[in-house]
């Protein structure tokens, strides 16, 4: 995954919320050169823990996380709350 991927990441979540990742199928998070070419239909599938699946061009199965983009937005907002603002300071001892 690359920067490229990872800017389309942040503009669907800067667009729509961090709600996006679950309204959205899994193959529409595979970066473009990873998707299947033109002439062969797109696989799709539902793993053992029932996550939404797709096939990538190279024959690897993907799995849609159901917790990944909210435990990283989680930590994320909770490590930036503990910020003063004042040159680094902390407002907290953690």
């Known amino acids: ?28 998070w595979l970066p473009a050169e990873w998707k299947a070419v033109d002439s062969q239909p797109e ?14 061009s190279q024959g690897r199965w993907w799995a849609k996380g159901t917790d990944t983009l909210d435990v ?4 994320g907002s909770s490590w930036a709350s503990t ?8 407002r907290t001892d953690i």
């Open 1 to 28: 995954m690359g920067q490229a991927w990872l800017d389309g990441v942040i503009s669907a979540v800067a667009q729509h919320g961090t709600g996006v990742w679950f309204q959205r199928h899994a193959s529409e």
């Open 43 to 56: 696989q799709t599938g539902v793993d053992i823990e029932g996550r939404e699946c797709v096939l990538d």
């Open 72 to 75: 990283w937005f989680d930590s």
């Open 83 to 90: 910020w003063s603002g004042e040159a680094g300071k902390l």
